[in-house]
């Protein structure tokens, strides 16, 4: 009978049970929370380097990076000083200027291989600024290594579960001439 009292005690017993509950959903609750913040934050990077692209393409398009004579990694130093979200700017971007003679002719190749990898446009980047009146691209690609467990089997377009961020311009340059 006492037994028999007690199983009955066990069973309406309901200490600890907010504990099993909270220990069952905090996993998956703070990886959805943090994959949550990671996107954010990579939208964040790639709102940065929308700005700082379209500030060193300005130079370029305005003339002012020819008339300066300022170099490919210059260049991209430029581009890096604006981008203020960004860590690790200096190896994870990757900038590629390349001239046409007119917006038809534009051709640009595509920045991942087909297994995944950064091709040769992005790992070897063209650095050709033009001359008045040339059309030009500006090309950036970024990186992003994900810091969430499994969240890059998800968002992630590039073999070894990284995003690939990308932003560019396409103008033609001003017809700054010599003045």
């Not at 940065?48 to 060193?56: E, H, L, R, V």
């Not at 490919?72 to 200027?97: I, P, R, T």
């Amino acid at each position: 009978m006492r037994l028999r009292i007690r199983g009955k005690k066990l069973r309406s017993c309901d200490k600890g049970a907010a504990a099993i509950e909270f220990a069952l959903l905090a996993v998956p609750f703070f990886m959805l929370l943090m994959g949550t913040f990671e996107t954010g934050a990579m939208l964040l990077v790639n709102y940065s380097m929308d700005d700082g692209i379209a500030d060193a393409a300005r130079m370029i398009r305005t003339g002012q990076v020819d008339k300066k004579g300022i170099t490919a990694a210059q260049f991209k130093q430029l581009a890096c000083n604006k981008m203020y979200v960004v860590s690790d700017c200096a190896s994870k971007l990757h900038v590629d200027v390349r001239k046409f003679k007119d917006f038809a002719s534009v051709n640009i190749p595509p920045a991942l291989d087909s297994d995944g990898n950064l091709s040769g446009s992005v790992t070897k980047p063209a650095y050709q600024i033009g001359k008045p009146m040339d059309v030009v691209v500006v090309r950036a690609y970024y990186e992003w290594s994900f810091v969430t467990p499994f969240i890059g089997k998800f968002l992630s377009n590039m073999s070894n579960d990284k995003r690939l961020l990308a932003t560019g311009a396409a103008f033609r340059n001003e017809p700054y001439g010599d003045s």
